[in-house]
């Protein structure tokens, strides 16, 4: 019944919002209006901000103002974008960050023209799929992730925009093993990454990724070798949690990814 209850809401509240069918002046999502706990209110959120068009409309608008840098870079991704500290790790260089975490394949897409394009960088950094394999935004074929990947490569292309594709990184259990084994207070939960993340899924993407990226000019950046171990995990020493680089990791990966930027800008 509860469940039903915050159906109805949501749907109200949606409804109430679009049913106003006017156009606005400037870009600016609104809050939901709703009285309910902040779950249901980030859920509402949500259904009026889907592919978060909002969270760096600000940002963009202010970058814009300025002129182009001729080596503007613009790293589009998820949570292991949005976590990488690009101003600590490059200081100095005009590397703007426009990653979102959970974000899936599909909404980086939608994303690409107001966070990517209209940026005018000289070239575009896409580290993207591993959500799509976790279905967070629902199931998908390899198909459809392919799909999305090459239409916002040749999209940026066309646009003059280097593409730079990296390969999805490993997971690990390394974490929940440890919880499992008492090596770590129970008070902290950890999840099996690999039920969630299948190694054999983005093995299958990766080698797609290469092939494509070869075959559209795009560069090709290889973290995964970087990142596995003997057992097909993510090495341990680069992550806390199984899924994320800690800063031992992106420390590899600014080594990686900096080579691969001035190869695409030279």
Excluded at 64 to 70: G, V
Excluded at 82 to 89: A, I, R
Excluded at 208 to 230: G, T
């Amino acid at each position: 019944m509860l469940n039903r209850i915050l159906a109805l809401i949501l749907i109200g509240t949606f409804i109430s919002v679009t049913a106003q069918g006017q156009l606005v002046e400037e870009f600016n999502p609104p809050k939901a209006n709703s009285c309910l706990a902040l779950t249901a209110r980030s859920l509402a959120d949500q259904m009026l901000d889907w592919n978060q068009l909002g969270r760096y409309h600000a940002e963009n608008q202010e970058l814009k103002k300025q002129s182009p840098d001729t080596n503007r870079v613009v790293f589009l991704g998820d949570s292991i974008t949005d976590f990488w500290k690009l101003s600590e790790c490059f200081p100095g260089k005009p590397y703007v960050n426009r990653g979102i975490s959970g974000q899936t394949t599909s909404q980086m897409l939608v994303r690409l023209y107001p966070d990517v394009i209209n940026l005018k960088p000289a070239a575009m950094v896409l580290l993207a799929g591993i959500n799509d394999i976790a279905q967070n935004t629902g199931p998908q074929t390899s198909g459809m992730i392919e799909n999305n990947i090459q239409a916002m490569t040749e999209l940026a292309q066309h646009h003059g925009i280097k593409v730079i594709l990296c390969s999805i990184m490993p997971v690990s259990d390394y974490p929940y093993l440890k919880q499992q084994s008492g090596q770590i207070s129970n008070n902290i939960k950890t999840t099996k990454w690999t039920d969630s993340h299948p190694a054999g899924d983005i093995i299958k993407l990766n080698v797609w990724l290469k092939d494509f990226a070869e075959e559209v000019n795009a560069i090709y950046v290889n973290y995964f070798d970087a990142f596995v171990d003997d057992k097909g995990l993510l090495k341990e020493s680069f992550s806390d949690d199984g899924l994320h680089p800690n800063d031992e990791g992106y420390k590899v990966m600014n080594k990686i990814i900096e080579a691969a930027i001035q190869k695409a800008i030279k």
